[in-house]
């Protein structure tokens, strides 16, 4: 890995690189990045940088930045349940993700669809004991929106989301034995309970009300090189704090990047400004194949969606067809593998 103000290593500089691990001494310790937990025990001599201290190389533009306070307090709790300690499946607030059968595109262009009977109950506390839905959250165009990802559960989880990067604003980590530095109970900021009797702790996995308690309110800033990432570790019984330009419309999915537990139910999507997304192809209505004119598939590629349909430029370098007609050929032919798996 190099960077490209750097100059370019060469392979004789990786001879002196040891494949055992260094020794780490108190007056030589070791460092390690992106810790998924608060700090080591003193006995590995061993210091993390965390990854809410981490910044960019290159500053993220102004115009890019959301805002410090999310719009019209958008401001989502997502807890991500295991099932390594719950009798159900994985899960988001106590939500089991029920993948669709078509893509969404398609499912809500037609006019006979009903989704109200796939997604999940609109009442949070409906949820309590686990239900399995589509699990979606519809987000307004070019917004704020700041997502508190929790973590209840004794295991971390990467998190995944597409269609957007987002920017990592704070972390919070599970209260530490001091003995030993193992997660003995999760974070204090965090309750489930409407009265906030309830005590942290790790049974609150299935918590589908989760909130900030009375008196705490999270510090946060962004500026132009606070980490942005699409994938992030949530420490176990602890949160982290990311935040958003909804400035893609699209359905998109957010899931533990742990295949099992994606597969299990710990995804949701993102249903970003569905107005404004690009339909799918009028002929696209099922899995198999379509036909439609290059002009159609030209104009798709430049949809905006700030823009009506008519301005759309259908031009495009023969380069760029080329590479393009490759690409799309590729995509058919996986979309019909997933079709064919259904």
Request: proline residues 7%.
């Amino acid at each position: 890995l190099y960077y490209s103000n750097r100059t370019k290593p060469q392979p004789t500089d990786y001879a002196t690189i040891s494949s055992t691990r260094p020794s780490c001494t108190t007056s030589a310790p070791c460092v390690a990045v992106n810790c998924p937990f608060r700090s080591f025990h003193p006995s590995y001599n061993t210091t993390c940088i965390n990854v809410d201290s981490l910044q960019l190389l290159k500053p993220t533009s102004p115009g890019e930045l959301p805002s410090n306070d999310p719009t019209n307090g958008q401001e989502y709790f997502l807890n991500f349940g295991y099932s390594g300690v719950l009798n159900l499946p994985d899960n988001i607030n106590g939500r089991i993700f029920n993948h669709p059968q078509k893509p969404l595109q398609i499912e809500t262009q037609r006019s006979t669809l009903n989704l109200t009977n796939l997604l999940c109950p609109s009442q949070p506390y409906t949820c309590g004991d686990g239900c399995e839905c589509l699990h979606m959250l519809s987000i307004p165009y070019n917004n704020t929106v700041r997502f508190v990802l929790a973590n209840f559960g004794m295991e971390t989880h990467p998190i995944h989301m597409h269609g957007h990067s987002f920017f990592v604003v704070a972390v919070g980590y599970g209260s530490y034995d001091n003995t030993n530095n193992f997660v003995s109970d999760t974070n204090v900021s965090l309750s489930c309970s409407a009265d906030e009797t309830d005590a942290p702790g790790f049974s609150d996995q299935l918590c589908t009300t989760m909130h900030w308690r009375k008196g705490f309110t999270p510090s946060v800033k962004v500026t132009t090189s606070t980490l942005r990432k699409d994938t992030v570790v949530i420490p176990s019984g602890g949160y982290v704090i990311i935040q958003i330009v909804s400035s893609s419309p699209g359905f998109w999915l957010v899931h533990c990047h742990i295949e099992p537990h994606h597969l299990s139910g710990m995804a949701m999507v993102l249903n970003i400004a569905q107005k404004l997304q690009n339909p799918a192809p009028s002929g696209m209505t099922t899995c198999g194949d379509f036909s439609w004119s290059l002009a159609d598939f030209y104009q798709k590629l430049d949809f905006d969606p700030t823009k009506s349909s008519s301005s759309h430029c259908a031009c495009i370098t023969t380069t760029t067809q080329l590479g393009l007609t490759i690409a799309f050929s590729i995509l058919g032919f996986v979309m019909l593998i997933g079709c064919h798996a259904l």
